[in-house]
């Protein structure tokens, strides 16, 4: 069928199963061009099939002809119905890594459940052995306890004050304010239980007591910071509490692989248009500042370039790893220098319907947005007709 986007709300319904695979071919090359990493070599990522995470297993792969496993949840393509866009960019990626002659599976399904867990677990076992690098990228908004059932869902809110600032639609250009009402207690402890770092310790215990885990292992989770305009609704509000928590897991996590002297990091990552982003309030205005500015600089990056540079300089450049006075890695040095910070401010308080088409990179935004679900991609026929029934080889 002819695949065209059909925007709801935040979300597009529909992805384009050429365009991802466009998508994933060109941050194959992207990484090809860097040249080669001296890294992991075996490496599960959780949350592998967009944004960071898939980034994260591109990087592994073709920067340093890795085995990856990816983990991710994604709905599969019906006739007539397209698949979410992580399963057809996961089609594409696994389709190229063997092409290439690496090894890659997948597994679609709960990364929060027992059973999902034991199924990755089984997996490294039987083809494997062991992984010594576990990227954990995960963004829901809801997670089911595995020990009780209990569903639990996190809310993006402001907490203590209510909190009203500037906002745009980013289909449309128009800026609005917006209020949001501070937060409960019961929602603070929800987004935590959604987005802390009670999971990822959960993956990295059932992978240590199971023995899949290579003496001197890395694990790495992503977090997020920003500027002070964003800090009541993103660091200092609900989820915040969350990356919080993260990020003192972080420290657990290495207490608990001291026997085999593995560490675990938080990797604080620049501010980029993913799902998940485009639907947190005054997020996407900030952004499409931040873009205007950085690409006038010459340092706009992408999520393939951010995690490009967090492997090659970061992680693996053969000196300790570098990080900042929470132990955590900066890889959002450029976005948060004070010369692109100072200007994001300036263009902030002057920002209006009226002149953010000039001030701000609504195309940008808007561009990015659409390539997330494989629509925009130069080389695409999106007039063709276009096979939406698209397996991933290995599920
Ligand atoms: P994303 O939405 O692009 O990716 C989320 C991944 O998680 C997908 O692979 C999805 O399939 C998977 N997933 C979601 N629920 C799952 C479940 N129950 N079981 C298995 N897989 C599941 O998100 P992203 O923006 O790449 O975010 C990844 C991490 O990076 C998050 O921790 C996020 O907070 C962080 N981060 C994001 C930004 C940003 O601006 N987007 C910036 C810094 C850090
Ligand atoms: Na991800």
């Known amino acids: 069928m002819i695949i065209e986007p059909r925007m709801r709300g935040f979300i597009c319904l529909t992805a384009h199963p050429e365009g991802c695979a466009q998508s994933v071919k060109n941050q194959i090359e992207y990484v090809k061009s860097k040249g080669k990493i001296e890294g992991a070599k075996k490496v599960l990522v959780i949350g592998a099939s967009t944004g960071f995470g898939l980034a994260s297993r591109i990087t592994s792969a073709f920067g340093n002809g890795a085995a990856t496993i990816g983990v991710f949840f994604e709905k599969e393509p019906a006739e007539g119905k397209t698949a979410t866009p ?12 063997t092409a290439a002659g690496l090894y890659a599976k997948s597994i679609n399904g ?8 034991q199924q990755t677990i089984d997996l490294i076992k039987q083809d494997l052995g062991q992984v010594d690098l576990v990227i954990y990228s995960l963004a829901s908004p809801v997670r089911k306890d595995p020990k009780t059932g209990v569903l639990y869902r996190s809310v993006l809110k402001p907490i203590g004050n209510k909190f009203t600032d500037k906002t745009v639609d980013f289909h449309t250009g128009k800026m609005s304010e917006v209020s949001i009402e501070p937060c409960n207690e019961e929602e603070i402890a929800n987004t935590v239980k959604v987005m802390g770092g009670e999971d990822w310790m959960l993956w990295i215990e059932a992978m240590k007591e199971a023995g899949v885990l290579v003496d001197g292992v890395l694990t790495l989770a992503y977090s997020y910071i920003g500027p002070e305009v964003t800090e009541p609704v993103y660091r200092k509000g609900t989820i915040g509490r969350a990356k919080d928590h993260l990020e003192a897991t972080a420290f657990e996590i290495t207490d608990e692989l001291k026997d085999i002297q593995g560490r675990a990091y938080v990797s604080v990552n620049k501010g980029l248009v993913t799902q998940a982003s485009s639907a947190i309030p005054v997020i996407p205005l900030y952004i499409s500042l931040l873009y205007k500015i950085m690409k006038a600089k010459g340092l706009h990056e992408g999520c393939i370039e951010q995690i490009q540079r967090l492997f090659q300089d970061r992680l693996y450049s053969g000196n300790e790893i570098p990080t900042d006075e929470k132990h955590r890695i900066r890889i959002d040095d450029w976005e948060m220098r004070e010369d692109v ?29 659409l390539n997330l679900f494989g629509f925009g991609f130069d080389g695409v026929d999106y007039l063709a007709d276009t096979n939406e029934v698209v397996r991933i080889p290995s599920i």
């Open 110 to 117: 709960d990364a929060f459940s027992d059973e999902i867990k």
């Open 86 to 97: 992580g399963w057809y960019n996961s089609a594409a990626f696994e389709k190229e890594a």
């Open 341 to 369: 910070q100072e200007e994001v401010k300036k263009l902030w308080a002057i920002a209006s319907t009226e002149n953010l088409q000039e001030i701000g990179d609504l195309a940008g935004y808007k561009q990015d947005f």
